[in-house]
């Protein structure tokens, strides 16, 4: 196995007509080509040490994989006869285009993220274009989701909705004004089966429904929290799922005006893994979504549809603990009347102790929701694991390239729990302890 170290390396997976998923580089210097059974290998051209090259990849209609320019210089392309090529023209600038989507007429649309227009691939004459009016502003699109009739970008540092219409290909803004006051509002968009597209709340307060007649916020207000949700996909029961980001729990959105937390509560601190928990989804052959950790200790599973109702609901769930606490409690009192005032007094003790609290990571499923499979160790190589999952062809097995870790993650959905997750690599060395050096007071003279 080549060696797969490094930070930034892969941020894309796509499965491609052979089988095998490809992952475009990122700060890698070749394309990753990942095996069902986890074997990697390095195949085409070395792109040399630019960071941030490609940031997402979307398999086109004919299986060409086309890679979408962060700080690279032009698109790439990745047929299926395994030829790698650059196509269009030069485009200028970094951190470009974050994301894109195949359209219903055949072509990819990206955003602009840094970039000043929508990027446009069509992928029949491979031709590439930039559409639309300038617009001025950084880190303006980082999600999009195409309907039959239009792409629509929610904002991430812009002001409004971004929309293309597939048929006169204009590009305009619409709907409110969606700043909050501040940025990093949306960075997920799915298409529901009614065409409409859901974003679940990055930085914003509420959620986010765009439709052909119009751009709408529903659900709750939520407390002000950064990142609550990156990832999300559609799920066979018409439900979108978003796995939580620094959140505490997952959230369901629609049909309709369903807004929904679900699952058990799981920990926004301490840092980092209860920070950043989960960044790349993907939906397995039975309808159950999975989540590879980012700083998560373990993988996510989330059960849809007619399975989630096979376990407790979160309330039930509580309701249980809570009789269990209540019962503890009066076993304890029972046992403290026994006992003499110094055993008391040591009792005190142990409860007043400095020791440190962490907080609790569920066992228990609720909602069809639970932490699945082996805790991820060494803890020191537990951030920023993961960025991107993707199905094999049968999606019983699923296949992430490293993002820092420098392994390859095979997850076999057939096998047993116990055995069904494999780490394929060595792990990152142990960073050096940071040495505290002491700054010379010159005044001690």
């Not at 797969?4 to 095998?20: H, K, R």
Request: aromatic share 6%; glycine share 10%.
């Amino acid at each position: 196995m080549d060696s797969l170290q490094g930070a930034g390396m892969w941020a894309s997976a796509v499965l491609g007509p052979d089988g095998f998923t490809y992952c475009l580089p990122c700060n890698a210097r070749q394309v990753l080509r990942l095996s069902e059974t986890g074997a990697s290998e390095l195949v085409g051209a070395d792109f040399g040490e630019e960071t941030w090259k490609w940031t997402a990849a979307v398999l086109g209609p004919k299986g060409t994989i086309w890679g979408i320019p962060g700080n690279a210089e032009r698109v790439v392309c990745l047929n299926p006869s395994g030829h790698m090529e650059l196509v269009g023209p030069v485009l200028e600038g970094t951190h470009k285009w974050h994301c894109a989507v195949l359209a219903p007429d055949g072509c990819i649309y990206a955003p602009p993220c840094d970039a000043g227009q929508v990027l446009r691939i069509d992928c029949a004459r491979r031709h590439v274009a930039l559409i639309g009016p300038l617009l001025g502003g950084v880190g303006k699109y980082c999600a999009c989701a195409a309907t039959q009739s239009h792409v629509y970008c929610p904002p991430n540092h812009a002001r409004q909705v971004l929309s293309i219409c597939l048929a006169t290909k204009q590009v305009e803004l619409i709907g409110p004004d969606l700043s909050f006051g501040g940025g990093g509002a949306y960075v997920s968009a799915v298409c529901g089966l009614d065409g409409v597209v859901h974003c679940p709340p990055f930085g914003a307060p509420r959620a986010l429904r765009i439709a052909e007649d119009g751009v709408e916020l529903y659900g709750p207000e939520l407390p002000w929290m950064a990142h609550k949700w990156r990832a999300a996909l559609l799920a066979p029961d018409g439900c979108v799922y978003a796995a939580p980001c620094n959140a505490g729990r997952v959230l369901r959105l629609g049909p309709g005006d369903d807004f929904a937390l679900v699952g058990p509560e799981l920990p926004c601190d301490p840092a980092p893994e209860g920070r950043e928990k989960w960044r790349a989804v993907a939906l397995a052959a039975d309808g159950t979504i999975y989540a590879v950790p980012s700083h998560a200790k373990q993988i996510l599973r989330i059960k849809t549809g007619a399975a989630a109702l096979e376990s407790p609901s979160f309330e039930e769930l509580m309701a249980a603990k809570q009789k269990a606490l209540s019962e503890e409690e009066q076993n304890l009192k029972a046992e403290a009347q026994g006992n003499s005032e110094e055993e008391m007094e040591e009792d005190d003790e142990e409860l007043d102790s400095d020791a440190e609290d962490l907080e609790d990571w569920p066992a228990e499923e609720c909602d069809g929701v639970s932490l699945w499979g082996p805790i991820f160790e060494p803890k020191w190589a537990r951030k920023n694991k993961f960025r991107a999952l993707a199905a094999g062809a049968t999606a019983e097995t699923l296949v992430a390239p490293p993002y820092f870790c420098g392994q390859v993650l095979v997850v076999r959905l057939d096998s047993p729990e116990e055995e069904a997750v494999q780490m394929l690599g060595d792990p990152p060395p142990k960073p050096p302890k940071k040495v505290f050096v002491p700054i010379p007071d010159e005044d001690a003279d």
